[in-house]
T-cell receptor, first 111, second 117 residues
């Protein structure tokens, strides 16, 4: 799996959009970008994934650059419950490929 | 919403004892996984399991570890002789590969905290 680089920590004011960047400059053509989060040592929670198009679901939006070397996870209206460690993971899409977690970004939502 | 269930939430054991961590994956899922997270460290892959056999295992998953799907609903991780360094959160995950490959999403349980004394 390609290596990802994320900032160690970020703060965001409650109610504002949280934008979490991720660099994955060595991503391969068959690798997707997945985002998970982990709230206070709970099990990792799936957020969103994408290949090359921007994606949106009820939790977040994912913006992937045209060259696919970086992406941004957007939480449109951050709440205190969004305080967590966010992991950007690139992974081939087929079969039962494991998830390789890095250290992620610790996002703190400030009241 | 379907979820992965893990029991117990906290297991305390003496060094050298055997422990079995239990997981009930989401009912229509076919792939099962165990991960662990030592306090303050990354989430690490241990093993994946499909069609009643191990698909992949990490270097951590040595002869002390084994996995089993004893019936149609449970998935277990056994540690034969626990060591102090086995103390960690253990997470079970499952995924449904009958979805399109692009939707091969792993869903995680809340974890079992294993404390080896």
């Amino acid at each position: 799996d390609a290596k990802t680089t994320q900032p160690t920590s970020m703060d965001c004011a409650e109610g504002r959009a949280a934008n979490l960047p991720c660099n994955h400059s060595t991503i391969s053509g068959n690798e997707y970008v997945y985002w998970y989060r982990q709230i206070h040592s709970q099990g990792p929670q799936y957020i969103i994934h994408g290949l090359k198009n921007n994606e949106t679901n009820e939790m977040a939006s994912l913006i992937i650059t045209e060259d696919r070397k970086s992406s941004t996870l957007i939480l449109p209206h951050a709440t205190l419950r969004d305080t967590a460690v966010y992991y950007c993971i690139v992974r081939v899409y087929f079969g039962n490929e494991k998830l390789t977690f890095g250290t992620g970004t610790r996002l703190t939502i400030i009241p | 919403e379907p979820e992965v269930t893990q029991t117990p939430s906290h297991q305390v054991t003496q060094m050298g004892q055997e422990v079995i961590l239990r997981c009930v994956p989401i009912s229509n899922h076919l792939y099962f996984y165990w991960y662990r997270q030592i306090l303050g460290q990354k989430v690490e892959f241990l093993v994946s399991f499909y069609n009643n056999e191990i698909s992949e295992k990490s270097e951590i998953f040595d002869d002390q570890f084994s996995v089993e799907r004893p019936d149609g609903s449970n998935f277990t991780l056994k540690i034969r002789s626990t060591k102090l360094e086995d103390s960690a959160m253990y997470f079970c995950a499952s995924s449904d590969v009958r979805q399109t490959p692009a939707k091969n999403i792993q869903y995680f349980g809340a974890g079992t905290r294993l404390s080896v004394l």
